[in-house]
């Protein structure tokens, strides 16, 4: 396997944390680093130590319970803050000192009040002494974005010679654009001596919503480590989605030929483990994890996930570890999509009855957003009941309704083409995963324009 390997830094825990409404006691913490060491994630960033004692026994607890990855403690670029982080780091397997330092003019005016030659100084004093302390150091010039390149460059060299292993570029305030931050990590590369014996890093916020898509231009151009988030939780706008980094680089291999370790069948467990511990739910429509990810409402649209999910799904469900794909039927669904929900739920209908569900359907489904699988046994109930004497061909080919109020979308493409949770999704292979077929139930919907009266 040539493609190369990206660090996958988590830091949900010190960063998502820092977001308003996400705090999380120590045994919250701990139960995340736990799901995130299941996630596969290469670095938990598990705090600040020395920002509160909670903080501090945090870091504490997970460094001497998950023993997997490395653990990283954030520490600002003085002796104290750094000795803090190693103490809490201490029953580590893996430790990791972060120490940052901001080189942007503005912060050095403004916020540290001090000159360019002492923040080199103090970057290269505090990398030192955390580098006495601990084998593996990361260090961050904060605000890198709006650093002056030269400067930038300069600090990077000074700090990776007095011992940091991981240098991380941030783009703290989200300001960067793509091409702009690609740029800045090739030109890195291009002028810091011994460059090549550290890992890069892109640790990017979604101020203008960038902040995935300048964490990818940054790997594109050599970096090797990527920070980022559950749900992208963070300091304002949040960081780079870890669920969005991960799966760009799988469903898009062919222009992201990365690796990560993640096991991405467990991103939706992660992320709803988040949502819960913090009570901050995901946006229905987030990529990945959103709970309307993979639903399919437009006629047209189900239509073609039903004759093949290729149609319009990038990626299974499954490989993401979301339970199963949904159908969700509002009144842009079709007759087709309707039929196979009412057999899932038990019923199957000779057309002139299907007709008649159908018509209510639509009703019902243009007073009230979303039709659940109770309403719908419900109205399936009222037709079958006013049919009266009629009842003897349904009640053939009727099961009873099962309990759920909601079933998932049964989904036979996936043992051809998603087999393997962990597999990319096959849209881009042509050929036999291209030719798998959903079992339809229903072979007689005889007119697809039907299906397609309230489509797109
Ligand atoms: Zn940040």
Redesign the pocket.
């Known amino acids: 396997m040539d493609r190369p390997r990206i660090t996958i830094f988590d830091?949900t825990l010190r960063?998502g944390e820092q977001s308003p409404g996400c705090s999380m006691n120590v045994q919250e913490k701990l139960r995340l680093a736990q799901q995130l060491d299941r996630l596969g994630v290469d670095v938990i960033e598990a705090g600040f130590p020395i920002a509160s004692d909670g903080d501090f026994e945090a870091v504490q607890r997970i460094a001497a319970t998950v023993r997997r990855p490395i653990i990283a403690g954030l520490a600002r670029a003085c002796t104290g803050d750094v000795d803090r982080a190693w103490q809490a780091l201490q029953g580590a397997a893996h430790p990791r000192i972060h120490v940052f330092l901001a080189t942007s003019d503005i912060h050095l005016k403004y916020k540290l009040r001090i000159s360019r030659e002492k923040c080199l100084e103090q970057a290269r004093e505090a990398v030192r002494h955390a580098k006495s302390l601990c084998a593996d150091v990361e260090f961050s010039p904060e605000d890198a974005t709006r650093t002056d390149v030269p400067f930038l460059c300069q600090v990077v060299e000074a700090v990776i010679a007095a011992g940091a292993t991981t240098v991380n570029i941030?783009d703290?305030v989200g300001y960067t654009m793509p091409e702009e931050y690609g740029r800045l990590i090739r030109t890195l590369r291009e002028e810091v001596a011994d460059i090549d014996k550290v890992t890069i890093s892109t640790?990017c916020?979604n101020d203008l919503g960038l902040s995935v898509a300048n964490s990818l231009a940054g790997v594109q151009a050599g970096a090797r480590q990527v920070e980022c988030t559950i749900n992208g939780i963070?300091?304002r706008a949040g960081?780079a989605s870890l669920e969005e980094i991960v799966m760009a680089m799988r469903v898009r291999p062919d222009r992201y030929p990365y690796e990560t370790a993640v096991a991405s069948e467990h991103l939706y467990s992660s992320s709803q483990m988040l949502a819960e511990i913090t009570r901050v739910p995901v946006q229905p429509n987030k990529a990945i994890t959103g709970r309307n990810a993979f639903a399919h409402e437009a006629g047209i649209h189900q239509d073609g996930m039903l004759k093949n999910p290729l149609t319009y799904e990038i990626m299974t469900p499954q490989s993401v570890g979301v339970p199963d794909s949904r159908l969700v039927l509002g009144k842009h669904s079709g007759r087709h999509a309707l039929a196979l929900r009412c057999e899932q739920l038990g019923h199957q209908f000779e057309r002139r009855e299907l007709d008649e569900i159908y018509r209510r359907f639509v009703v019902l489904a243009d007073r009230i957003k979303k039709v659940q699988d109770s309403h719908l046994l419900e109205l399936i109930q009222d037709v079958s009941s006013g049919n009266g004497s009629n009842n003897d061909a349904s009640s053939q080919g009727k099961k009873f309704p099962p309990a759920a109020a909601t079933l998932p979308f049964p989904r036979a493409v996936s043992a051809a083409a998603g087999a393997n949770a962990n597999d990319s999704h096959p849209a881009h292979v042509s050929g036999s995963a291209g030719q798998a077929t959903v079992s339809i139930p229903f072979t007689d919907h005889h007119s697809e324009q039907e299906d397609y009266l309230w489509g797109v």
């Open positions: 830091t960063d941030p703290t640790h916020h963070g300091e960081n």
